[in-house]
């Protein structure tokens, strides 16, 4: 896809949708941390429904250490992982604890550093809490880019790299949230909603549908 029409691409996504964000549910900096490890092989959905009777037993790291790995996990069993997932949740907001007194890190390395925390969690914390414009790319990203001729790549970081020097520095910052929830609900997987895609016409996919 031309520079031209990649402006194009995301000047459309922007006046549809001026300030898009996370649909991951969250009150605070460490909620969002918590959310998105758990929402890893897991959708927003179902993270939102674990999270409102987590996040109201244990709201900070502390509660969090306190409840322990049973009780995270026997909160958020209905999620894929959950025993895994309840025990970097404890061990996260333990090294929050100990390292960072207690907050989310403006630092890509500390975030990586955390258990369950991989460059694409990081990138949606430093995006999402610190307005940072990185790229998150999962899933729905990587085929999205890759569809539309908008950034290919053969693997994520190969796409994350594209996309950081391809879209417009101006819309960078809020990128990660148009291209998912486009991804998620207009360019889905097995059935893209062409004819309802408000950048058809600029995307270079050969089988669009009807």
Same mark, same amino acid.
């Not at 918590?34 to 987590?54: E, F, H, M, W, Y």
């Not at 960072?100 to 949606?124: M, S």
């Not at 999402?128 to 414009?133: H, L, R």
């Not at 291209?179 to 050969?206: M, Q, S, W």
């Given at each position: 896809?031309?520079?031209?029409?990649?402006?194009?691409?995301?000047?459309?996504?922007?006046?549809?949708?001026?300030?898009?964000?996370?649909?991951?549910?969250?009150?605070?900096?460490?909620?969002?941390?918590? !959310? +998105?490890?758990?929402?890893?092989?897991?959708?927003? /959905?179902?993270?939102?429904?674990?999270?409102?009777?987590?996040? !109201?037993?244990a709201p900070t790291p502390e509660a969090m250490i306190t409840l322990g790995e049973e009780g995270v996990a026997e909160h958020i069993k209905t999620i894929g992982l959950f025993r895994n997932?309840?025990?970097?949740?404890?061990?996260?907001?333990?090294?929050?604890?100990?390292?960072?007194?207690?907050?989310?890190?403006?630092?890509?390395?500390?975030?990586?550093?955390?258990?369950?925390?991989?460059?694409?969690?990081?990138?949606?914390?430093?995006?999402?809490?610190?307005?940072?414009? +990185?790229?998150?790319?999962?899933?729905?990203?990587?085929?999205?880019?890759?569809?539309?001729?908008?950034?290919?790549?053969?693997?994520?970081?190969?796409?994350?790299?594209?996309?950081?020097?391809?879209?417009? /520095?101006?819309?960078?910052?809020?990128?990660?949230?148009?291209?998912?929830?486009?991804?998620?609900?207009?360019?889905?997987?097995? /059935?893209?909603?062409?004819?309802?895609?408000?950048?058809?016409?600029?995307?270079?996919?050969?089988? /669009?549908?009807?």
């Amino acid at each position: 896809m031309k520079r031209e029409a990649i402006r194009e691409f995301f000047r459309r996504l922007a006046e549809a949708n001026p300030h898009p964000t996370t649909e991951l549910e969250y009150g605070t900096p460490y909620q969002l941390l918590v !959310a +998105v490890v758990l929402s890893a092989q897991a959708t927003d /959905k179902s993270v939102n429904l674990a999270t409102r009777k987590l996040f !109201a037993a244990a709201p900070t790291p502390e509660a969090m250490i306190t409840l322990g790995e049973e009780g995270v996990a026997e909160h958020i069993k209905t999620i894929g992982l959950f025993r895994n997932k309840a025990r970097n949740t404890v061990a996260l907001s333990r090294q929050l604890l100990e390292r960072h007194g207690g907050e989310v890190p403006h630092d890509r390395a500390a975030l990586e550093a955390l258990p369950g925390v991989g460059r694409k969690t990081a990138n949606v914390v430093l995006n999402t809490v610190f307005g940072d414009p +990185v790229m998150a790319v999962d899933t729905h990203i990587f085929r999205l880019s890759n569809r539309t001729g908008l950034a290919p790549g053969k693997d994520v970081l190969a796409v994350e790299q594209a996309l950081m020097h391809r879209v417009p /520095k101006d819309y960078l910052k809020d990128a990660h949230h148009w291209l998912i929830l486009h991804g998620r609900y207009v360019c889905t997987a097995r /059935k893209p909603n062409c004819a309802a895609c408000i950048v058809r016409d600029l995307c270079e996919f050969r089988d /669009k549908t009807a």
